[in-house]
Each structure stands twice: as C-alpha cells, then as structure tokens.
C-alpha cells in the first residue's frame, strides 16, 4: 500500500487567498484525522472523519476552516480566507479505528505558508 | 492543565546509554497509549503501543504504563545517533482519537 497520500507537498499562498490541501487515506481505514503542528502548539487535532462521516470537529480553529470527505478514499481542508497565522504543516493521517488498534498512519504533511 | 503532558526536555544521552522519556496523562478514562518518533521535516510514526498496565518490550524499546498514577514512558536501551528525533506521547479517551503531547526532543551524541 502506498500509505496515506497528501497534496500539495509546499503551498505559499498570500493572506486572503483560499487554500485547499488533499488527503488519500490507507484503503481500507475507516478513520481520518486532520491535524495541524506548529512549534508554539504543538499537534492539535482539527477534525476526524468515522466512515466519512465528522465526528468531532471542535479542534477547527473558526469558521474559515471547513473539511469535508466525500468519500472513503478522499478528504480536503479547507481555509478561506487564509491568514498568516495559519502556516504550519498539516497532517493527515488514517486509522482502522478500535479494529486496528487505533494507531494512526500519517501523511507526508503539507507545508502551508501565508505570506 | 493539558491533557497529556512530556518532559520538556531536550534529553541529550552518549551512545550506547539508556533514554528514558515521560508523559502523563489527565483522563482516567484513557484506554489506548502511544509513542510516535518524528525525525525533523518527517511526520511521526507509531514505534509503541501499550493498552494494559505493565512493561511492553520491542527491540531496544520498552513502554511502560500505569494507569493509577496516569503514566507512560519509553525506555530506549543502547541509544544510537539514529533515535535522535522528537518522540510523542499519545492518548486515546474516545475510539479513535489521540491526544499528542508537546513532543521531548532526544539527542545521542556518538
């Protein structure tokens, strides 16, 4: 398997503009989690996805940030309008859940800067 | 107070010597405990789970757990340059959810 795949690697957007990253999870694995990190902050959770449905959204900073998984092998988040103060790596990462143990598979990241 | 919680560290250890990282945890309900390594630039990576009270051993790796004091640690035994990386402590309250802590950055000098 070719792990949990994320797109873009490095985004540099200027602040206003919409950003979208991209999550392919591990075939099979019924959780989806987007987090963020950031040195000040460390790895927060944002939101995760139990078959493709949102469970727990309350680590989305405010309303500028949405997610949506439209289906079992495909999730984005979403800012708009972004600002500088959300530059940080972004992570996806996929789990089977209870089933599998609960260990979480990450993504490479996404690098996002706001200028 | 944060729900998990690391030595701040850095923890800087000579080659060949015994690291020793901590964490505890503020939700007795916690079920589900984990290490993950991340090297700088990479994103973690599971290296230990433990789910009951006691030593887990793997290799050079050992996690211990101890739910009525709320902690976890890892034990790396003969340290070498290539663990130097940030290792994460997370816990599971609800199915599926971990909570990181801050992360302890580890260092063996050779």
């Known amino acids: 398997d070719a792990g949990v795949i994320q797109s873009p690697r490095h985004e540099v957007t200027e602040m206003g503009q919409e950003v979208t990253l991209r999550c392919k999870p591990i075939?099979?694995?019924?959780?989806l989690f987007w987090y963020r990190q950031t040195m000040m902050r460390g790895l927060e959770l944002l939101i995760y996805f139990n078959n493709n449905v949102p469970i727990d959204d309350s680590g989305m900073p405010e309303d500028r940030f949405s997610a949506k998984m439209p289906n079992a092998s495909f999730s984005t988040l979403k800012i708009q309008p972004s600002e500088p103060r959300d530059s940080a790596v972004y992570f996806c990462?996929?789990?089977?859940?209870?089933?599998?143990?609960?260990?979480?598979?990450f993504g490479s990241g996404t690098q996002l800067s706001v200028l | 107070q944060k729900e998990v919680e690391q030595n701040s560290g850095p923890l800087s250890v000579p080659e060949g010597a015994i690291a020793s990282l901590n964490c505890t945890y503020s939700d007795r309900g916690s079920q589900s405990f984990f290490w993950y390594r991340q090297y700088s630039g990479k994103s973690p990576e599971l290296i230990m789970s433990i789910y009951s009270n006691g030593d887990k051993e793997d290799g050079r790796f050992t996690a211990q757990l101890n739910k009525a004091s709320q902690y976890v640690s890892l034990l790396i035994r003969d340290s070498q340059p290539s663990d130097s990386a940030t290792y994460l402590c997370?816990?599971?309250?609800?199915?599926?959810?971990?909570?990181f802590g801050d992360g302890t950055t580890l260092t063996v000098k050779p």
């Open positions: 990462a996929s789990s089977l859940g209870t089933a599998g143990g609960e260990k979480l598979f």
């Open positions: 075939s099979g694995h019924d959780y």
């Open positions: 997370a816990v599971n309250t609800n199915a599926g959810k971990s909570t």
